[in-house]
C-alpha cells in the first residue's frame, strides 16, 4: 500500500515540477496539484498513469521526493530557494554518494558499497554526521533529505530493505551531474563548443 501512495506522490511532484518550468502555468500553479493528483488515479488498461510513470522512474528514494517537495514549495512561493552555496553543497553531498554506489553497479569498480546498505549502522553514523555539517552550513534542504531519507529506512516505507535505495535513485544523480556542470558553466560552454565544431564541420 505504502508503494502505491509513493508512486502517485511521485507522479504529482514530478508532474508539478515539470509543468511548473514553464511560465505560462504560474497562474494556475496551485490548482496544478490537485488536478495532478485526480491524473493520478485515472485508469489506462487498468493500471493508473501514476502507475505507468513508476514502471519507468521505479520507487524514487526518500531523498529525492524531499527534493521534489522542496522544489514545488518554492515554485508555489512557500519556502525560499536555496542560495548558491547551499545548491552546491547538495549536488557535492548527493553526487558524492552517486559516485561511491553507481561506478560499482555497472562494474566499473571491483568493491560493491550497495551491499553496505544491508548493514548500514556505520553509514547511518556518517549520514548522521554529514546531516550535523549540513544543520551547522544552515543548509535546510540537505538535512531534510539525509534525516527523512533515514527515518524512511527505519520505518522501512519502502518495499527494500537496503538503505541506499531511501537516500540515492538514478533519477537524482543524472540532476546532480546536469545541475552541477550548468553551476559551473560547463554545461554552456560544452554546448557552445559543440556548435562551434558543427559549424565548421558544416563549413
Same mark, same amino acid.
Given at each position: 500500500?505504502?508503494?502505491?501512495?509513493? &508512486?502517485?506522490?511521485?507522479? *504529482? /511532484? +514530478?508532474?508539478? $515540477?515539470? !509543468?511548473?518550468?514553464?511560465?505560462?502555468?504560474? @497562474?494556475?500553479?496551485?490548482?496544478?496539484?490537485?488536478?495532478?493528483?485526480?491524473?493520478?488515479?485515472?485508469?489506462?488498461?487498468?493500471?493508473?498513469?501514476?502507475?505507468?510513470?513508476?514502471?519507468?522512474?521505479?520507487?524514487? &528514494?526518500?531523498?529525492?521526493? *524531499? /527534493? +521534489?517537495?522542496? $522544489?514545488? !514549495?518554492?515554485?508555489?512561493?512557500?519556502?525560499? @530557494?536555496?542560495?548558491?552555496?547551499?545548491?552546491?553543497?547538495?549536488?557535492?553531498?548527493?553526487?558524492?554518494?552517486?559516485?561511491?554506489?553507481?561506478?560499482?553497479?555497472?562494474?566499473?569498480?571491483?568493491?560493491?558499497?550497495?551491499?553496505?546498505?544491508?548493514?548500514?549502522?556505520?553509514?547511518? $553514523?556518517?549520514?548522521?554526521?554529514?546531516?550535523?555539517?549540513?544543520?551547522?552550513?544552515?543548509?535546510?534542504?540537505?538535512?531534510?533529505?539525509?534525516?527523512?531519507?533515514?527515518?524512511?529506512?527505519?520505518?522501512?516505507?519502502?518495499?527494500?530493505?537496503?538503505?541506499?535505495?531511501?537516500?540515492?535513485?538514478?533519477?537524482?544523480?543524472?540532476?546532480?551531474?546536469?545541475?552541477?556542470?550548468?553551476?559551473?558553466?560547463?554545461?554552456?560552454?560544452?554546448?557552445?563548443?559543440?556548435?562551434?565544431?558543427?559549424?565548421?564541420?558544416?563549413?
Amino acid at each position: 500500500m505504502v508503494s502505491v501512495w509513493q &508512486a502517485h506522490l511521485s507522479f *504529482v /511532484l +514530478l508532474g508539478f $515540477v515539470l !509543468l511548473s518550468m514553464f511560465r505560462f502555468t504560474a @497562474p494556475w500553479r496551485p490548482w496544478l496539484l490537485p488536478l495532478l493528483v485526480v491524473l493520478s488515479f485515472i485508469p489506462v488498461n487498468e493500471l493508473s498513469l501514476a502507475a505507468y510513470v513508476r514502471s519507468f522512474t521505479d520507487d524514487l &528514494a526518500i531523498s529525492t521526493l *524531499v /527534493l +521534489l517537495a522542496w $522544489v514545488s !514549495l518554492c515554485r508555489l512561493g512557500v519556502v525560499q @530557494p536555496l542560495g548558491r552555496p547551499q545548491q552546491v553543497q547538495v549536488l557535492v553531498l548527493f553526487g558524492v554518494l552517486s559516485l561511491l554506489l553507481y561506478p560499482a553497479t555497472m562494474g566499473l569498480t571491483y568493491y560493491d558499497p550497495y551491499r553496505w546498505g544491508f548493514n548500514p549502522r556505520p553509514m547511518i $553514523v556518517l549520514v548522521g554526521a554529514a546531516a550535523l555539517l549540513m544543520l551547522w552550513l544552515r543548509n535546510a534542504l540537505a538535512v531534510w533529505m539525509l534525516t527523512l531519507g533515514t527515518l524512511a529506512f527505519a520505518l522501512r516505507l519502502k518495499a527494500s530493505e537496503n538503505y541506499w535505495d531511501y537516500l540515492v535513485d538514478p533519477l537524482l544523480t543524472g540532476y546532480c551531474v546536469i545541475a552541477g556542470l550548468m553551476q559551473f558553466n560547463l554545461w554552456e560552454r560544452a554546448c557552445s563548443r559543440m556548435r562551434r565544431v558543427r559549424r565548421h564541420i558544416c563549413d
